[in-house]
């Protein structure tokens, strides 16, 4: 079974950044696709990012393009966020969860309630 911790998150100033780290236990994180979502009060949880397996195909949700990255080093059981460039509107709670494929990420919001292992969460404040 993965386990996942967050961590990372805080306060910063608009047009700042953050990196993100989310660490797995488990000897099959590197099998996994890892997601990044996260949720704001009074919204819903939305995607940010993903990652396949190896690293080689990352996906973005167009509010986050071209100013956040997702990374992950298999070799420390750990998956990144890099967040520049940081907007009033990004914050949020933010997780990470991990797939068997990457596949159920990929789907859209209606199958996000079939991914069993998430994080706790880490809190992202960013102010104007």
């Known amino acids: 079974q993965v386990q996942l911790v967050e961590s990372g998150g805080g306060l910063v100033q608009a047009g700042g950044s953050l990196r993100l780290s989310c660490a797995a236990s488990?000897?099959?994180?590197?099998?996994?696709?890892m997601g990044w979502f996260r949720q704001a009060p009074g919204k819903e949880r939305e995607f940010v990012a993903a990652i396949n397996w190896s690293g080689g195909s990352t996906y973005y949700a167009d509010s986050v393009k071209g100013r956040f990255t997702i990374s992950r080093d298999n070799a420390k059981n750990t998956v990144y966020l890099q967040m520049n460039s940081l907007k009033f509107e990004d914050t949020a709670v933010y997780y990470c969860?991990?797939?068997?494929?990457?596949?159920?990420?990929?789907?859209?919001?209606?199958?996000?309630?079939?991914?069993?292992?998430w994080g706790q969460g880490t809190l992202v404040t960013v102010s104007s």
């Open positions: 488990g000897r099959t994180f590197s099998s996994y696709g």
């Open positions: 969860a991990a797939d068997p494929t990457i596949a159920t990420i990929l789907s859209g919001p209606a199958s996000y309630r079939y991914l069993e292992v």
